[in-house]
């Protein structure tokens, strides 16, 4: 809800009451949505000027906002763009296809899909498919547009998380970000790790510093001093193998890094099966495998936005089902290979 004021120079001012769906969005952020022309520069400086406020006081970007509270709109900020309904934050490429058909989990709050490998989770350059472009087949009886949470690779399959409300959004990014989330991959390499379980400490780096981004990005480990390196962590465990020829592999991901355990693996010599990228003609797969990328999000176990923890499992995609058989592997193991690795230390 949106009303008028005047301050002692007549200059028009306008309030935006938050309502009860976008309890819990950082300040920025409800900008965003309502006014995706205003850059974060010029929010900032609105905010450090006091031009913007919430409830009156000032305020800063990352402000979580609370239903009923007022944001004081300075006549700076075009008031065309305002709206009682929250704005899609972007403007993604969209087509008529549905993600209705991967949907593994749905609740009030949260929608899981089985993301199948090679659709890419956001548009790119020359992409015209994405799952960011799908969302709103996944509204079902809500009248926002769901969220993507986080994402993963073009060609990894497995569980991606959507909110459905903006406060569900915001719950799941601090859960994410603070670490309050756990994911397994799974994954077929080539070659069988010496170790049965482990713990890979890689720093990373884009090669080539600031290089291109999306299909064409590599990232290599490197030093942690390196300049651009970040940390990067990924606890594994052995669960089969195929004699010293094929491993299946459970990865979890400690941080965040971009093609992380792709990375992570090859450098112990066991590059997954179909990462041409990062295993070359080392990665391809011989006789009924096919030349894929074998490395799926298995499982996610996260707090739910209304209490209590939530745990999704993803059915394994067809060329990953197909290899698990041929070596005898057990596609509907569900045990946390990390609880029983633990226990045997």
């Known amino acids: 809800m949106v009303k008028e004021s005047k301050d002692k120079t007549e200059t028009a001012i306008k309030t935006a009451f938050i309502a009860r769906d976008e309890d819990g969005v950082r300040l920025d952020r409800w900008f965003k949505r309502h006014y995706p022309g205003l850059t974060h520069g ?72 089985n993301k199948p490998s090679g659709l890419a989770t956001q548009g790119g350059s020359g992409l015209t498919k994405h799952v960011d472009g799908m969302l709103d087949s996944l509204a079902f009886e809500k009248k926002q547009r769901p969220k993507l949470v986080h994402r993963l690779d073009r060609d990894t399959s497995g569980v991606l998380l959507v909110a459905r409300t903006a406060p569900a959004a915001a719950s799941l990014a601090d859960s994410l970000a603070h670490r ?91 590059p997954i099966v179909g990462d041409f990228k990062y295993g070359g003609k080392d990665a391809r797969g011989r006789g009924e495998l096919e030349d894929r990328l074998h490395l ?40 946390d290979p990390f609880e029983r690795a633990r226990r045997k230390k």
């Open 42 to 113: 010029r929010l900032e400086k609105l905010l450090r000027t006091g031009q913007v406020r919430v409830d009156g006081k000032r305020a800063k970007a990352a402000d979580r906002l609370e239903t009923g509270q007022t944001v004081r709109l300075p006549p700076q900020i075009s008031l065309e763009s305002l709206t009682e309904k929250p704005l899609r934050a972007a403007a993604p490429v969209m087509t008529d296809e549905s993600l209705q058909d991967y949907v593994i989990y749905m609740d009030g709050s949260v929608i899981a899909i």
């Open 180 to 270: 309050d989330a756990s994911k397994v991959y799974w994954a077929l390499t080539k070659g069988v790790p010496k170790e049965k379980h482990g713990v890979i400490k890689a720093a990373l780096v884009k090669e080539g510093g600031h290089g291109p981004r999306g299909r064409d990005e590599r990232m290599t480990v490197a030093e942690e001093d390196a300049d651009g390196a970040k940390a990067a962590i990924t606890a594994y465990v052995v669960l089969g193998r195929a004699g010293d020829e094929y491993a299946w592999v459970a990865a979890k991901p400690m941080t965040g890094r971009t093609h992380q355990i792709r990375v992570h693996l090859a450098s112990l010599g066991t």
């Open 296 to 335: 799926h999000a298995r499982s996610i176990d996260i707090a739910r936005p209304d209490g209590g923890r939530l745990h999704v499992v993803a059915p394994l995609p067809n060329h990953m089902k197909k290899a698990w058989k041929l070596f005898g592997f057990d596609a509907e193991y569900s045990t």
